[in-house]
């Protein structure tokens, strides 16, 4: 995995980075800076961030910046952390997934419990722990200090923008922050709370402190913590899936892509980044295997997963997705299937919405963490005094097809015209499925488990 994301297209990426020399933020308790630092900051939001993003609807930004204003108006009063979530909140009045603080998921400037979730389709579960808080591995979380874990999580939805099942994603970081809940209002600066979960065995519950503060300049993606076989997920970490033989998406996290042989004549395809892997074969490279290997011996499906998949570069997937298309399989009704979830996101989309709208594939699972029309591309502003980081988007990706304003250009066109990007074949991912090792999105994609043999080709 790349030390950190490289932008949507690296065609029109940049940074613009302030005042270089400046301290790192510190942890975010210690509360040292002042109103006027606070102030610098504000305007570097105002110029460097609002003035760049192009997501923003007219009344969004005017009630962006009317609220930049009552902050700096009300910095005095307010800790760090609740000044970084209020700026948080003031990007995702953009209702744009991209325009955003960079707090938990792309860099972490914010506290955690040593715990980690996901949202089932029949709850929130903790799915890997440290410490005391491997008492609550599986559970099923009820409460989050002191709130039903639903009215919490609604408290904390305001702080990233995005659609249902990117909202749900970002839940995952948000409900295990000690910080995002005290910028909610959830809990007090020093961050202990309450988590209740129901287990086998009944109810359990335990207050947790947060984790010792580390800045971290790299990603974070929760998924991984579904695997036990990804690093992220080793000791100290304990898993929820332990001694249960892993689905092959999750035996592949850790790779960037890789492609499998499989029973019944299937080739396997886990594309999880649109990005070369550092120490492996290109994007490019692995791609022409992968074609050569379908040329060599046709499949009869072809399982194109893009479930982990929360973006990179677009223009890097681009050839192969196109060869797919073309290819006889993409003309051929249901013999490509296209595996999609709320984590497909970003460049991610991209694969989903060319298949979907030049191939006869077919999409299973859960709708994507964003629509056909998005705002991606821009930059990285970094306030001088803060170091927060906000991500300000550009670039338009219109795949939809609908009628755009006179003279808005798409960044990159792609004349697509695919309104919609529900999938086919709606599955519901259940803990129980989880908890057993299935995988169904691909049981309801092929009537059976993947069987595969060794890797055809490893992407490392």
């Known amino acids: 995995?790349?030390?950190?994301?490289?932008a949507y297209s690296s065609l029109c990426s940049f940074v613009l980075s302030l005042a270089l020399s400046i301290p790192a933020w510190p942890a975010p308790a210690e509360g040292t800076m002042t109103p006027a630092e606070w102030s610098a900051d504000l305007d570097v939001v105002r110029d460097g961030f609002l003035g760049r993003d192009r997501s923003y609807a007219p009344a969004a930004r005017a009630e962006a910046e009317r609220r930049l204003e009552a902050l700096r108006a009300r910095v005095g009063a307010l800790d760090e952390v609740e000044i970084a979530g209020e700026l948080a909140r003031i990007a995702a009045l953009?209702?744009?997934?991209?325009?955003?603080?960079?707090?938990l998921r792309n860099r972490g400037y914010w506290r955690r419990y040593p715990l980690r979730l996901w949202r089932f389709a029949d709850g929130w579960r903790v799915v890997a722990a440290q410490g005391d808080a491997e008492a609550l591995l599986g559970g099923r979380v009820t409460h989050v200090a002191g709130r039903p874990v639903d009215e919490a999580f609604a408290r904390l939805r305001p702080l990233f923008a995005g659609n249902d099942g990117w909202a749900q994603y970002m839940g995952s970081y948000t409900l295990s922050s000690a910080d995002a809940l005290h910028a909610a209002g959830l809990v007090d600066l020093?961050?202990?709370a309450e988590f209740r979960v129901e287990q086998g065995d009944g109810e359990r519950s335990l207050t947790l402190a947060p984790s010792r503060f580390e800045r971290r300049?790299?990603?974070?993606?929760s998924w991984w913590y579904l695997s036990s076989a990804h690093p992220a997920a080793g000791m100290p970490w304990r898993h929820a899936l332990a001694g249960v033989t892993l689905p092959e998406s999750l035996?592949?996290?850790?790779?960037?892509?890789?492609f499998r042989r499989c029973a019944d004549d299937v080739i396997y395809v886990q594309f999880n980044r649109a990005a070369d892997t550092p120490d492996g074969a290109t994007l490019a490279t692995w791609s022409q295997r992968l074609l050569g290997e379908i040329a060599r011996r046709p499949p009869r499906r072809l399982v194109f997963d893009l479930r982990f998949n929360t973006g990179g570069d677009l223009t890097k997937?681009?050839?192969l997705v196109d060869a797919l298309a073309a290819s006889p399989l993409g003309r051929q009704r249901g013999a490509i299937v296209v595996l999609s979830d709320v984590t497909t996101?970003?460049?991610g989309i991209t694969p989903l919405a060319v298949l979907r709208g030049t191939s006869q594939a077919v999409v299973v699972g859960r709708p994507p963490g964003d629509g056909s029309d998005f705002w991606a591309e821009g930059g990285n502003v970094v306030l001088p005094h803060s170091r927060l980081v906000l991500h300000y988007a550009d670039g338009l990706h219109s795949y939809s097809g609908r009628a755009r304003a006179l003279g808005l250009q798409e960044h990159l066109p792609l004349g697509l015209s695919v309104p919609d990007?529900?999938?086919d074949v709606s599955v519901a991912w259940h803990w129980s499925d989880y908890a057993a090792g299935r995988d169904p999105d691909v049981v309801a994609a092929l009537g059976a488990p993947l069987q595969c043999d060794a890797d055809a080709t490893p992407a490392r």
């Open 1 to 6: 995995m790349p030390a950190a994301f490289p």
């Open 94 to 103: 953009s209702a744009n997934a991209h325009t955003r603080a960079y707090l």
């Open 190 to 192: 020093d961050g202990d």
């Open 217 to 221: 300049e790299s990603p974070e993606e």
């Open 251 to 258: 035996r592949g996290a850790v790779v960037d892509y890789r």
């Open 317 to 319: 997937a681009r050839p």
């Open 345 to 347: 996101f970003s460049a």
């Open 421 to 423: 990007l529900a999938p």
